[in-house]
């Protein structure tokens, strides 16, 4: 499967964003697809995943509820809409898929280019 990230754009404290990662390849339905981010400096952090049914994890701990994946198996995309933006979520994001709904990145094999999101204070 082959995946491509994009939405991602400077928006100010409070703002929102939705970003979406497309998905070419017969396979998609049967993929976990799940969101990243790696911010200046840091490691690369989970940020949620959905299966094809539409179950869902998030990093509660990262995203306190801001956050929402969904996914459109008819148009092989998945979209993360974030709400209340703030300055630490600023990083390059990358969609990416697996075969369970995992919070580690080595659990990934495919991954997206990223698109960068920028949060100004």
């Known amino acids: 499967v082959q995946l491509q990230a994009s939405g991602g754009g400077l928006v100010q404290a409070g703002g929102s964003l939705r970003l979406s990662c497309g998905a070419s390849?017969?396979?998609?339905?049967?993929?976990?697809i799940g969101w990243f981010r790696r911010a200046p400096g840091k490691e690369r952090e989970f940020v949620a995943a959905i299966t094809w049914g539409g179950d869902r994890r998030y990093n509660t701990n990262a995203i306190e509820g801001r956050f929402t994946i969904s996914r459109d198996n008819t148009k092989n995309t998945v979209s993360l809409q974030m709400n209340s933006l703030k300055p630490e979520d600023t990083a390059v994001y990358y969609c990416?898929?697996?075969?369970?709904?995992?919070?580690?990145?080595?659990?990934?094999?495919?991954w997206g280019q990223g698109t960068q999101v920028t949060v100004s204070s």
């Open positions: 990416a898929a697996a075969r369970g709904l995992y919070s580690s990145d080595s659990y990934y094999p495919y």
């Open positions: 390849g017969r396979t998609f339905s049967s993929y976990v």
